[in-house]
């Protein structure tokens, strides 16, 4: 019997925006199937928050179609109803985890706040299910009681994306997930998500201009220039042997070991 394909969490087709005369975002296509990871990559202004946006209900397509788990979800949400069945489908992680959280709210009552919303559990169900999804994170009971400011950034990290699994959303978007925070904390939030996938099975979009994180985590990878998908494929071909120009030129752009920036000369310094 021939393996089945798994389902498709995504599905973007000939998705555009215009806003005024500007075209940000021109004819993307893609699509990820269920538990896969796609890393959409591009320096900034290339497009991809723009899609990751509409794919959130954010923005409305100018033209073309998004489907969520075989829905079609092109336009926006209009009533609270549609907004929690579109926060069920698909999250997002932002760069910036202290400007995405209550600064009044401790970690565990912002995942017993989205659990309260979308969830039909009770009160000890909830408690529960909090302290799993800290053990998901990596947060024990100290850092789940104390409000952002007591966290480092790395920790806040974790509490959002907590909070994005906590909806039970079959997908996530991670955008600049970790480009806030120190390389060696990077390395340990980059861990923790593959860890998650592994252990649920979930479905993310990274939207990325670094490629080593790209590298990491996805699987395939399309890269976007001036809104439009320039090169497709697996990561380890695209970032290997590009074939696009601007590929390449995001590839050499990443330092190599033992690089060192040029000194500036005085007249270069002006």
Do not use: C
């Amino acid at each position: 019997m021939p393996e089945q394909t798994p389902p498709s969490a995504v599905v973007v087709d000939g998705l555009e925006r215009v806003f005024g005369d500007t075209r940000a975002v021109a004819d993307v296509s893609f699509s990820v199937v269920r538990g896969a990871a796609l890393g959409i990559v591009g320096e900034s202004g290339s497009g991809k928050t723009t899609v990751a946006r509409m794919l959130m209900g954010l923005l409305r397509p100018t033209s073309g179609s998004i489907q969520l788990a075989g829905v079609d979800r092109s336009a926006p949400p209009r009533t609270e109803g549609e907004r929690r069945e579109r926060a069920r489908e698909i999250q997002m992680v932002f760069q910036d985890p202290y400007g995405s959280l209550d600064r009044r709210q401790t970690a565990s009552a912002a995942l017993t706040e989205v659990l309260r919303l979308h969830a039909n559990l009770s009160r000890q169900q909830r408690d529960e299910r909090v302290r799993e999804l800290g053990d998901l994170v990596g947060l024990d009971k100290r850092r789940l009681d104390s409000l952002p400011r007591a966290l480092s950034g790395g920790e806040r990290q974790r509490v959002a994306i907590a909070r994005a699994l906590a909806t039970g959303a079959p997908t996530i978007i991670l955008d600049e997930a970790v480009a806030a925070l120190d390389v060696s904390i990077q390395a340990q939030v980059l861990n923790v998500l593959r860890q998650i996938r592994e252990a649920t099975g979930v479905t993310y979009l990274l939207i990325s201009h670094d490629l080593a994180v790209v590298r990491y985590l996805v699987d395939d990878v399309v890269v976007m220039k001036a809104g439009a998908i320039v090169e497709r494929g697996t990561a380890a071909q695209v970032l290997a042997s590009p074939e696009h120009a601007y590929t390449q030129q995001l590839r050499d752009s990443v330092p190599r070991p033992n690089w060192r920036p040029a000194r500036r000369t005085r007249e270069g310094a002006a």
